[in-house]
């Protein structure tokens, strides 16, 4: 019999380090699946055609921005915001976002300016810093047309002529 004991012994030693690692592995997906995910991105605007610089929260939990790096580092002198001395917002430290919370500010980025940016986010959520590196290539969007079919008025379709035309425009210039 002892024989049998010391089987089931292990056996159930085996279930208990499963069990636990289940555990572990379970509670690590709840965590990363409701975390702060606070990313940066550059979207472009018209009719100005400034860049934006956007901040947002794309998690299901708060998170506290800690600090934001560029290189090479942004053009200061081409910021709206700038302009009146103001500090750009990539410049604030522990800015609280709530979920699906965005920040943005304008920069004039012409094409005679680095149109590749490695960017450094630092961030808090969950009791947890995070830091993620990324790079962010302008150059992409000389490659790419918007496509916007739901013109349901005929000022909304001269609308999305327009905007046609202006894209084009950027492309051959």
Do not use: C, W
């Not at 636990?20 to 379970?26: E, G, H, K, R, S």
């Not at 053009?75 to 919370?101: C, E």
């Amino acid at each position: 019999m002892q024989g049998f004991e010391a089987i089931s012994l292990l056996v159930a030693f085996i279930a208990l380090i499963i069990s636990l690692a289940t555990l572990q592995q379970n509670r690590n997906i709840v965590e990363e699946s409701n975390r702060a995910y606070i990313v940066l991105y550059i979207d472009r605007e018209r009719p100005d055609d400034y860049k934006s610089i956007v901040l947002k929260n794309f998690g299901k939990t708060s998170g506290i921005l800690l600090s934001v790096e560029f290189d090479p580092p942004l053009p200061v002198d081409k910021s709206k915001i700038h302009r009146n001395n103001r500090p750009l917002l990539t410049d604030f430290k522990n800015i609280f976002f709530a979920p699906g919370q965005s920040f943005k500010t304008h920069f004039d980025l012409k094409n005679d300016d680095a149109q590749i940016f490695n960017v450094i986010v630092i961030y808090e959520t969950l009791g947890r810093t995070i830091k993620e590196s990324y790079s962010i290539d302008l150059t992409f969007r000389k490659s790419l047309y918007r496509l916007k079919t739901d013109a349901e008025t005929e000022l909304d379709a001269l609308k999305t002529i327009s905007q046609s035309i202006l894209e084009v425009s950027d492309k051959l210039s």
